[in-house]
């Protein structure tokens, strides 16, 4: 199993939170085989969403996934942002993750807020309320789970497609 862990260079002196405050978000989670595991921790600020999608995209294993990056790019910009907005007050961090088990592809943003986000019903002509709606329309799989101690994380998963067997091509 490889895990990384990062802290974003731009959040100043903030100490991370224990190791401990990030638990598995599902109880299966540690139960799966782990192929891959990443994660960082970025401050709130107006360009962690931004650093966020390309912390995601060097963690994603992109030759396995190329029809899928663009989903789960947004699929992350929406789930920052969301942390950022209601999720994360001033002065905290908020961490992103990125695990694979050869099958699957899940994205977590861990946030100390305590609100549970839904999917709203916007207006036609609302600036925002669509992420989550995103969310559910791109991802294999999402949802909200509790944390010990405060906040939440939300995740998103995506299937992986099976790789090629050895000797075989893969039609372009």
């Known amino acids: 199993m490889l895990s990384i862990t990062e802290v974003d260079p731009d959040a100043g002196q903030h100490c991370p939170p224990p190791r401990a405050a990030y638990p598995p978000a599902s109880a299966g989670e540690e139960r799966r085989h782990v192929?891959?595991?990443s994660e960082r921790r970025f401050n709130?600020?107006?360009t962690a969403v931004g650093k966020a999608r390309a912390f995601i995209l060097a963690a994603l294993p992109v030759e396995q996934i190329p029809q899928r990056i663009d989903d789960i790019t947004?699929?992350?910009s929406e789930l920052a942002?969301?942390?950022l907005q209601h999720g994360s007050p001033a002065g905290r961090l908020f961490l992103v993750r990125v695990i694979t088990n050869g099958t699957r592809l899940r994205i977590e943003v861990h946030d100390p807020g305590e609100s549970r986000p839904l999917p709203r019903s916007p207006a036609d002509d609302d600036a925002s309320g669509r992420g989550l709606l995103?969310?559910?329309a791109l991802a294999?799989?999402?949802g909200v789970a509790p944390r010990v101690g405060l906040?939440?994380?939300v995740w998103a998963e995506f299937e992986l497609p099976d790789p090629a067997p050895e000797g075989k091509t893969v039609p372009c």
């Open 35 to 37: 192929a891959h595991r």
């Open 134 to 136: 995103l969310v559910d």
């Open 151 to 153: 906040g939440k994380a």
């Open 74 to 76: 947004l699929c992350v």
């Open 140 to 142: 294999d799989d999402w």
């Open 44 to 46: 709130r600020t107006a």
């Open 81 to 83: 942002t969301n942390a």
